[in-house]
């Protein structure tokens, strides 16, 4: 089982609807869960952290944690053509380095 | 400076020769990560230094590669002869200390000819 699972995609929605994205890991000992974006070509770019159970706004984003489950989402609401990336979930687990999942590539059409 | 600083940006070597990448990391960060990525494929794992603990090497892959942390700021990753299956961009990450935000350089391109 890898350390951190993601839905490779590709996940296409129209522009303007809600894009939701899954991960689960399999430490429960981890503490920390980030949200990248990587656009072609350029390095992974910090949208979203959540470190609790529960959900987390900012903008159009919304971070959803559920430790129980070891399952951490994305949503994307208002989804724009600008948004169409590959998505990385990544977990800290304490005392030690930080995994990524494989990604997934989203795209929405205009 | 405001980010974390890597080069060269692009690095074309010939087969069997070594390559150091540099990764200057935010100010006052203490927790420094790298990573491989090779074309197409996800965030490989490869070594991570926080403060003055000695670093989790488990993600090298072979014995061909090392890194260090010198002075708590700036590290070099070093790959010894160097093989075509090295050829991916190296990036490097860093935090504030472990468990938050890490950010990340613009990455080293290597290519191995």
């Known amino acids: 089982q890898k350390e951190v699972e993601q839905n490779s995609g590709p996940l296409s929605v129209p522009e303007g609807a809600i894009a939701s994205l899954n991960c689960t890991y399999s430490?429960?000992?981890?503490?920390?869960f980030f949200w990248y974006r990587q656009y072609s070509g350029k390095s992974p770019e910090l949208i979203m952290s959540?470190?609790?159970?529960g959900d987390k706004e900012d903008g159009r984003f919304t971070a959803q944690l559920n430790k129980a489950s070891q399952y951490v989402s994305l949503l994307i609401r208002d989804s724009q053509p600008s948004d169409s990336a590959t998505y990385l979930c990544?977990?800290?687990?304490?005392?030690?380095?930080?995994?990524f999942g494989a990604g997934t590539r989203l795209t929405v059409k205009p | 400076g405001a980010g974390v600083s890597q080069s060269p940006s692009n690095k074309v070597t010939e087969k069997g020769k070594d390559v150091e990448l540099r990764c200057d990391p935010i100010?006052?960060?203490?927790?420094l990560y790298w990573y491989r990525q090779s074309l197409g494929q996800g965030l490989e794992f490869l070594i991570y230094?926080?403060?003055?603990?000695?670093?989790?090497k488990s993600g090298l892959p072979s014995d061909r590669f090392s890194a260090e942390r010198t002075g708590g700021s700036v590290s070099t990753l070093t790959i010894q002869r160097t093989q075509q299956e090295d050829s991916a961009v190296y990036l490097c990450?860093?935090?504030?200390?472990?468990?938050?935000?890490?950010?990340f350089g613009q990455g080293t391109r290597l290519t191995v000819v």
């Open positions: 990450a860093s935090s504030l200390v472990t468990n938050t935000e890490a950010f």
């Open positions: 430490d429960r000992g981890s503490q920390s």
């Open positions: 959540i470190y609790s159970n």
């Open positions: 990544a977990v800290s687990r304490g005392a030690h380095d930080m995994r």
């Open positions: 100010s006052g960060h203490t927790a």
């Open positions: 230094f926080q403060g003055n603990s000695a670093p989790d």
